[in-house]
Structures are given as structure tokens and as C-alpha cells.
């Protein structure tokens, strides 16, 4: 279940985020419910697996967007490390990066079951 203690405990500092909206717990709540099926996932993966570290970038930026505003601090931190690498486009595997970010977005899948 997703609750702010629960956040706090895959590491989130939600104090910032729940800040953004107005200390609005519930409306802050409903808009982490988003961050799983934001479609920049799905882009993100689709632009490295054909090479596109400019899409990717864009993908990574606009993620790096959703997660910063909200404060979902370990994937945040995540994303800005595969966007800097794809701002410089940086000719690297990105794939255990990728994975890792998949990961974190699972399990915050996970929790908002």
C-alpha cells in the first residue's frame, strides 16, 4: 500500500514533494500513483535499445522532471545520472543503468497496488 512511511522506507524523502502540493498528502499520493505508467519509461527504453541518445535524453530529462517535483529521491537520482551521460551522448552501455531505473519503477509499482 502505498503511504508516505512507505515511501520513506524505499528511500524517498517526501517532505519536499508533499511541499509542492500544498502538504496535500492525498493529491501528492494520487500523483506518485502516475509515475509508473508515465509513458517516458517506455521511451527511455525504446531510444537506447535503437541507439537514440537524443530521444533519450529528452526521455530522461522529462522523467528527471516528474521524479525531481515529486522528491522519489533513489530513481530521481538515477535519472540524472542516465541524463547526463545522455546529454553528453556518451557512447556507453546504458543498459544496467536502464535497469536499475526499471527496477526502482517496479517497485514503486509494486507499492501502489
Known amino acids: ?25 492525498e493529491f501528492y499520493l494520487k500523483l506518485v500513483k502516475m509515475v509508473p505508467g508515465d509513458a517516458g519509461f517506455v521511451k527511455l527504453r525504446e531510444a537506447i535499445a535503437a541507439g537514440d541518445l537524443e530521444a533519450g535524453f529528452e526521455a530522461a530529462h522529462a522523467l528527471k522532471g516528474v521524479l525531481g517535483n515529486l522528491s522519489l529521491t533513489p530513481m530521481y537520482d538515477s535519472v540524472v545520472e542516465i541524463t547526463e551521460l545522455l546529454r553528453s551522448r556518451t557512447e556507453t552501455d546504458y543498459g544496467p543503468l536502464l535497469e536499475t531505473i526499471l527496477a526502482q519503477r517496479d517497485a514503486l509499482e509494486k507499492l501502489c497496488e
Open 1 to 25: 500500500m502505498l503511504t508516505i512511511d512507505a515511501l520513506r522506507e524505499m528511500g524517498v524523502k517526501p517532505e519536499e514533494g508533499l511541499n509542492r502540493c500544498m502538504n496535500n498528502e
